[in-house]
């Protein structure tokens, strides 16, 4: 069953992560990510649809202005300020209080991004990237979405070993820039370097890599990925049914909250999932 988390944000009330699982939208304003670029890059494009996902039953929204897909040109510090930081602005503008992650690597980016509104850091290098990035988290009294992105993994590493080991750099990085390994939020990171056996057997596995962190909440982010794609062998707007039934696996194994791109038709598998395992209306 789930572990129960209250996790405190500093301008808002706490995100509580338990039997109900929480949906979070994905708001990719760039041009170039694998499944959505170029469709919500603009301010009031990106706005229309955040309203759209909240109206889906989104709990979170996370913004990104950097694409991780593969061969993605890098961007710098300030073209994804300028992508980022008038959303999350605009969005505040409008009266919307849902809690809001800034997904990047860049510490400046989640500075000035949390300055703007946001409320999370969601940082893909798990904090094992830049260094300031735990200090500003820490200043921010700012909880962590760390995720897994070892570039050294291979086609013969044991992914649960690795992933333990990973995470427990990750929250040694937390704690001693003074962030409660409690805040942290531990992401696999499916899709990133990994084998095709490797991100199933991580699905397959993801109650063991909960029970090795039992103060952590845990994130799976599968939306329309790869894993899905190469094992259906379609592209990334038919990954739909695929996503869901990821989703649904992710929760029955323990997973709290749920990274997509499509946020009714996952945020309804979810809630049977959880009448499934807890009996309607007792989430």
């Avoid at 808002?12 to 499944?35: Q, Y």
């Avoid at 940082?123 to 909880?143: K, T, W, Y």
């Avoid at 109650?207 to 592209?235: C, E, H, Y």
């Amino acid at each position: 069953m789930h572990s129960t988390h209250s996790i405190p944000l500093r301008h808002r009330p706490p995100l509580v992560l338990g039997p109900r699982a929480l949906v979070m939208g994905i708001l990719n304003v760039t041009p170039d990510s694998f499944s959505d670029g170029g469709r919500h890059d603009r301010v009031d494009a990106a706005l229309a649809h955040a309203r759209l996902m909240l109206a889906e039953g989104a709990d979170i929204l996370d913004i990104g202005g950097e694409s991780t897909r593969p061969g993605a040109e890098p961007v710098g510090v300030e073209q994804e300020l300028d992508r980022v930081v008038p959303v999350i602005e605009a969005i505040r503008a409008a009266g919307i209080a849902v809690p809001i992650s800034i997904d990047t690597m860049k510490p400046p980016v989640a500075d000035r991004a949390i300055e703007a509104g946001a409320d999370i850091v969601n940082d893909v290098n798990g904090l094992q990237g830049a260094p300031e990035m735990a200090g500003i988290a820490a200043r921010h009294q700012a909880p962590v979405i760390a995720m897994h992105w070892d570039r050294g993994w291979t086609a013969a590493t044991g992914p649960l070993p690795a992933m333990v080991r990973y995470f427990e750099r990750t929250l040694a990085i937390a704690e001693t820039a003074g962030i409660d390994a409690a805040r942290v939020v531990l992401d696999p990171g499916f899709g990133f370097t990994k084998t095709l056996d490797q991100n199933y057997g991580i699905l397959r596995q993801l109650a063991d890599l909960k029970n090795s962190f039992p103060k952590n909440a845990l994130l799976v982010g599968t939306s329309r990925k790869s894993m899905i794609g190469r094992l259906l062998d379609n592209q990334p707007h038919e990954r739909l049914p695929g996503t869901i039934a990821t989703s649904v696996q992710g929760y029955e194994r323990g997973g709290h909250i749920f990274r997509v791109h499509d946020v009714a038709p996952n945020r309804d598998a979810l809630r049977v999932a959880e009448a499934t395992l807890y009996g309607p209306g007792r989430t």
